[in-house]
């Protein structure tokens, strides 16, 4: 892969990054809450599943997925469900009165990490993306590798 090759993904990256999408929904919840520890744990959870989501791309998964409709129908519902508890939860749910009432830690981190890496849309964009910038000539694999951080890296700079 060439560095303009690398500078390409790196800007198509950019523009993917500045569209809001489900996990910008969860960090700005949690920023406008003004909870720092947890919006960093979004973040960091938001990253990781990127890389998941690239991962299941590269391994071929994201073909398979794309083809099964029930599986992706299943992981829609399951994304909408979780976002739309969400929202219900801050529209409605009165404020925690006390520390002791806010949730367990881990929370934000997996609500992040498992909206962002069981994004269908999201699989299927990768394994679209991702082959405009590989070059067949040369290995395959590290070149998927460079990608795949580079965007994590834009991803964690993003947020």
Same mark, same amino acid.
Do not use: H
């Given at each position: 892969?060439? $560095?303009?090759?690398?500078?390409? %993904?790196? /800007?198509?990256?950019?523009?993917?990054?500045?569209?809001?999408?489900?996990?910008?929904?969860?960090?700005?919840?949690?920023?406008?809450?003004?909870?720092? !520890?947890? &919006?960093?744990?979004?973040?960091?959870?938001? &990253?990781?599943? !990127?890389?998941?989501?690239?991962?299941?791309? +590269?391994?071929?998964?994201?073909?398979?997925?794309?083809? #099964?409709? =029930? @599986? &992706?129908? @299943?992981?829609?519902?399951? /994304?909408?469900?979780?976002?739309? =508890?969400?929202?219900?939860? #801050?529209? $409605?749910?009165?404020?925690?009165?006390?520390?002791?009432?806010?949730?367990?830690?881990?929370?934000?981190?997996? =609500?992040?990490?498992?909206?962002?890496?069981? +994004?269908?849309?999201?699989?299927?964009? %990768?394994?679209?993306?991702?082959?405009?910038? &590989? !070059? =067949?000539?040369?290995?395959?694999?590290?070149?998927?590798?460079?990608?795949?951080?580079? %965007?994590?890296?834009?991803?964690?700079?993003?947020?």
């Amino acid at each position: 892969m060439t $560095f303009q090759t690398w500078l390409a %993904f790196a /800007a198509a990256s950019c523009i993917v990054l500045a569209i809001p999408g489900p996990t910008a929904l969860i960090i700005m919840r949690y920023a406008a809450g003004g909870e720092r !520890d947890r &919006v960093a744990r979004v973040i960091v959870g938001a &990253v990781l599943g !990127d890389a998941v989501a690239l991962t299941i791309c +590269n391994l071929g998964l994201g073909a398979l997925l794309a083809t #099964s409709t =029930g @599986i &992706v129908t @299943i992981l829609k519902a399951a /994304a909408a469900a979780y976002l739309i =508890g969400l929202g219900l939860k #801050s529209l $409605f749910g009165r404020g925690p009165a006390t520390e002791q009432a806010r949730p367990r830690g881990g929370r934000p981190f997996l =609500g992040a990490f498992l909206v962002t890496a069981l +994004n269908p849309k999201g699989i299927a964009f %990768f394994c679209v993306l991702l082959p405009q910038f &590989v !070059d =067949g000539s040369a290995p395959i694999l590290p070149q998927l590798a460079i990608l795949q951080a580079t %965007f994590c890296v834009l991803s964690l700079m993003a947020f």
